[in-house]
Nanobody, 126 residues
Framework: EVQLVESGGGSVQAGGSLRLSCTAS????????MAWFRQAPGKEREGVSS????????TYADSVKGRFTISRDNAKNTLYLQMNSLKPEDTAMYYC???????????????????WGQGTQVTVSS
């Protein structure tokens, strides 16, 4: 059974940091590109960042460039998202996802990702 389990969300003040983790099981982790998406209430799901199976290539949404860093540890089947300088507009449910396709020219798009976690809530107060 494929499982993606996110953790590390929480409440933080603007300017603070959080580190999200996503632990994967049930599939060959290093065969898949991984990504983080987020969805705020009343808004569409947004691709935040993605990372190639090797970890060499990454992409970011313009809204998080320079503040968020995606990484992966294939030995631990774990994906990370380090989020610094958080803003109230970063408030959302954050999801990790796994997919076969990876595009280094743009942030991730939902239809390219096959497996999804249940999400972890991030709330940033001003």
């Amino acid at each position: 059974e494929v499982q993606l389990v996110e953790s590390g969300g929480g409440s933080v003040q603007a300017g603070g940091s959080l580190r999200l983790s996503c632990t994967a099981s049930g599939f060959t982790f290093d065969d898949y590109a991984m990504a983080w998406f987020r969805q705020a209430p009343g808004k569409e799901r947004e691709g935040v960042s993605s990372i190639k199976w090797s970890g060499i290539s990454t992409t970011y949404a313009d809204s998080v460039k320079g503040r968020f860093t995606i990484s992966r540890d294939n030995a631990k089947n774990t994906l990370y998202l380090q989020m610094n300088s958080l803003k109230p507009e970063d408030t959302a449910m954050y999801y990790c996802a796994a997919g076969i396709m990876f595009s280094e020219y743009r942030p991730p798009v939902s239809y390219q990702y096959k497996y999804w976690g249940q999400g972890t809530q991030v709330t940033v107060s001003s």
